[in-house]
């Protein structure tokens, strides 16, 4: 009887570690897959993000082609401090060309803050004198405020919330436009995106080259 209980006490043990060796090589499968699972769900959402990235750049893209040099309508207003002038009035002032920042207190943050993070590094190729911003705030003092937070230097001028400059306005999406001596029209028209900051760079360098190096300077354009 003795022996004939060891059997099955051994047979017992056998089969309670086979039973636990199935559940552990169970567990491990499904917890690898799990893990699969887990890597195909962020690589389809990393391509869904990718997907949804490329249409908006196309968007922004074809945006920029319907809008670039088209006259602006309205002759909007431009506020330093307390000095007030138009759009007009300014082109007629300058002598060469002035890269605009044009964004409103609606815009995303971010993109504001990459925008002006990209231009701060082309300064010297543009020359600090030729970047201007305009910008849209409920009212002049958070202008300001927004100034100073993030110690902007540059010259800036308040347009007031009812004066549209182009169509694109009415997306609240920042985009960049070189202003030319007495002309009305926005050119080289660019919406940047913070995804895709070698495409901003490359505006910058094409915008750079034609209008503010020495040897292709706007002045020599005028010649």
């Known amino acids: 009887m003795t022996a004939q209980k060891d059997r099955y006490y051994v047979l017992a043990i056998i089969l309670l570690l086979g039973f636990a060796a199935s559940f552990l090589l169970l567990k491990r499968k499904n917890d690898a897959e799990r893990a699969y ?15 949804s990235n490329v249409q908006e750049e196309r968007w922004l893209s074809s945006l920029s082609l319907r809008e670039n040099g088209l006259a602006v309508k309205k002759d909007i207003t431009l506020m330093d ?15 060469e060309p002035k890269l605009i920042l044009r964004f ?28 201007v911003l305009w910008a849209t705030y409920d009212n002049k003092n958070n ?7 993030n110690r902007i230097k540059y010259k800036t001028f308040f347009v007031p919330p009812t004066d549209t400059v ?46 503010y190096t020495i040897a292709n300077n706007f002045n020599d354009q005028k010649r």
């Open 104 to 131: 409103s207190y609606l815009s995303c943050e971010m993109c504001i803050d990459s925008a002006l993070s990209l231009i701060k590094s082309y300064e010297n190729a543009i020359h600090f004198n030729n970047i």
């Open 166 to 211: 182009i169509h694109a306005d009415t997306y609240s999406i920042p985009y960049i436009f070189v202003l030319l001596p007495r002309q009305k029209g926005l050119y080289d028209l660019f919406f940047p995106f913070k995804e895709n900051s070698l495409r901003t760079r490359e505006y910058f360098n094409i915008v750079s080259a034609k209008y």
């Open 143 to 149: 202008l300001a405020l927004f100034r100073n937070v």
């Open 37 to 51: 699972a887990s890597v195909l769900e962020n690589r389809i959402n990393a391509l869904s993000v990718d997907s």
């Open 81 to 95: 401090n307390d000095v007030k002038t138009s759009f007009t009035a300014y082109t007629d002032t300058i002598s």
